[in-house]
């Protein structure tokens, strides 16, 4: 835990009382003793840092004081066809700490009806999934779960109304990373949408192409659904970086 993450309700004039996992993390590990800093920051507001005024028992009890606002650069939303239960665990926190704002959980051909009825997509869940990678990442945005259970509506209806441009991953497209369309520009914004471990059909594709999705390939190699989204956002984010120099 590289921040401790305070909701928004835990807040009362400028203090916070602090129980259960994150309270055992500042005992425990960090080892902290009255006086001590820590970095924290509110769920979806500021960052900044808590001065532990008292330890009572297994509760923590924090002096906080809020000065900086989370940043950010490249917003990314992830349209992921679902992937298997335990793959989803991961690319949540990983994707989270890779900084994107907004899964589109998306049900496309080649992806299990069974999946939807998965525990991992219980909203606490998710929640608590979300909640480690902001943690590790030190952000307070808490990124947004949609869940879309058919394809057809979902590229229809839903992505013409998201913002930014669209980029899907898919094995033998044309294009390659170097050429994709990043400006560089603070707060762009991208779809980056990323398809099953058998890729998306040709109908699938066929239609985020029509909607002015740029396709590109990662190269010659099939990764796993967890692999690829964590090594094509930490590209895009080298991207972005070189190009807003």
């Keep these: 835990m590289n921040l401790l993450l305070l909701d928004p309700a835990e807040l009362d004039r400028g203090e916070a009382r602090i129980a259960g996992r ?4 500042l005992l425990r590990v960090l080892k902290v003793r009255t006086g001590d800093t820590v970095r924290l920051g509110v769920i979806d507001g500021l960052l900044g840092s808590g001065r532990v005024t008292a330890i009572e028992g297994e509760t923590v009890r924090l002096a906080v004081e809020l000065t900086q606002k989370a940043v950010c650069g490249l917003h990314v939303e992830l349209i992921l066809a679902l992937p298997r239960p335990i793959m989803l665990q991961r690319i949540l926190k990983q994707a989270t700490v890779l900084g994107v704002r907004r899964f589109h959980l998306i049900r496309s051909r080649r992806v299990e009806k069974s999946f939807f009825h998965s525990p991992v997509l219980a909203p606490d869940k998710i929640r608590a999934l979300l909640l480690e990678g902001m943690e590790q990442a030190m952000d307070t945005w808490l990124p947004e779960v949609a869940l879309h259970h058919q ?16 980029l899907i991953a898919h094995p033998g497209a044309a294009g390659v990373m170097a050429g994709l369309p990043l400006s560089g520009q603070p707060g762009q914004r991208l779809l980056l949408a990323v398809g099953p471990e058998g890729g998306w059909s040709d109908y699938e594709l066929d239609q985020f192409l029509a909607r002015g999705f740029h396709g590109f390939s990662m190269g010659s190699r099939i990764l796993h659904v967890d692999t690829a989204v964590v090594s094509l956002l930490a590209q895009l984010h080298l991207l972005y970086d070189l190009r807003k120099r």
């Design 22 to 25: 994150r309270a055992e993390h």
């Design 151 to 166: 394809f057809k509506p979902f590229i229809e209806d839903v992505v013409p109304t998201l913002a930014g441009q669209g």
